[in-house]
């Protein structure tokens, strides 16, 4: 059943990254999207044990930062997803969220992340990130995510309940 699960969670983050770095760039508001990836990690960690959310959100992350037309330090996303993936872990304690938990958690988490992966690149000198454009990068990837959460995480949250049932909070 894990080989099942992690199979399943690597497929969910693949199908997120080619739809977010193929299709959503069309519909782009100032060059940012939503973050499909994200929202895979954030539904595998209100889902399923933490550890393997941090490690799904590790590997959704290092993908972000590899694929094409990433222009930024590789890790940045791995961080900051795997921060999430802990922190939105945390939110579950073992129970079902509510449907107002889970789109605050979706809410915080982007916010965490979008901001983590901002302030990384004006620590490393990147040319592309500046202090100004932060929180209208930061609003703006807050308000994608969320609008996102009822059509991705509850899908699927189901799908990983089904595969983890000694985990499952839904």
Request: charged share 10%; glycine share 4%.
């Amino acid at each position: 059943m894990r080989a099942l699960r992690a199979a399943v969670a690597a497929l969910a983050v693949v199908v997120a990254l080619v739809v977010q770095v193929s299709f959503f760039p069309h519909l782009a508001w100032h060059g940012i999207v939503p973050n499909l990836c994200l929202l895979v990690v954030v539904a595998a960690a209100l889902t399923v044990e933490a550890p393997f959310a941090m490690l799904l959100g590790f590997a959704a992350g290092l993908a972000l930062d590899l694929a094409p037309p990433a222009d930024h330090v590789a890790g940045r996303w791995a961080l900051a997803l795997t921060v999430v993936a802990f922190l939105a872990a945390r939110v579950r304690q073992d129970q079902k969220p509510t449907a107002l938990a889970v789109v605050g958690t979706v809410a915080a988490s982007s916010f965490v992340a979008t901001s983590l992966f901002a302030l990384s690149g004006v620590v490393l000198s990147d040319p592309a990130t500046s202090v100004s454009s932060l929180l209208e990068v930061v609003l703006v990837a807050v308000v994608w995510d969320v609008l996102l959460t009822p059509f991705v995480l509850p899908p699927l949250m189901r799908l990983f309940s089904r595969l983890s049932p000694q985990w499952a909070t839904t």
